[in-house]
């Protein structure tokens, strides 16, 4: 098996280098640079390009959303590269927000839950190869939302709307999955519409309720 190259973000540094110590006792991984802001961290990317960024999701400057803002210009400048964040908020926003444009190679586990090396390991394996892992207590406080139905409403989906669902978690507009699944953009449109009245997310905005959709549909054990 190839070695993952990672680098590591996390502005406490004894989290830093526990988190390092982690990383670097498994012979899967190649630890090649931490970081304690943005910043260095964005320079320890361009420097080394590693195969997975483990982050924290905030960090110096602002302490704000600075882990969340890294996968993104990831996704934008090393679309190839997975992110592992690690948070203590259950609260859905932040995982929105890291999936908003397609769940692949992406994670968001909570710090208080990644005490076993093999649970980070395995995120880590996952978003190198492409998949996705969301923590459960997440997706579960996003079901338990008034606004939001139980995650066996994705049991009322149609495969071709399960199908669809897939590929919507993939980051895909509804033209491209037309194309994916060789069907009319029309068609995928209402699909979709669909998919939403049965997840309840009809009155929601439509980037939310894409995401939400998504993250009910990882919830479900499925990868991208």
Known sequence: METIRVALADDNVLLREGMSRLVAANDEFELVGTASDLPELLSLIEQQAPDVVITDIRMPPTGSDEGIRAAAWLREHRPGTGVVVLSQYTAPGYALALLEHGSAGRA???????????ELSRAVRTVASG?????????????????????????????????????????????????????????????????????????????????KAVLLFLSRGETT
């Open 108 to 118: 968001y586990l909570l710090k208080e839950r990644v005490a076993s090396v093999e």
């Open 131 to 211: 998949g996705s892992v969301i923590d459960p207590l997440v997706v579960d406080e996003l079901v338990r939302s008034r606004s939001h139905p139980q995650a066996s409403s994705l049991e009322l989906l149609t495969p071709r709307e399960s199908q669809i669902l897939a590929e919507m978690a993939q980051g895909k507009s509804n033209a491209a999955i037309a194309a994916a699944l060789s069907v009319s953009e029309r068609a995928v449109e209402k699909h979709t519409n669909s998919i939403f009245a049965k997840l309840g997310l009809s009155e929601e905005k439509d980037v939310n309720r894409r995401v």
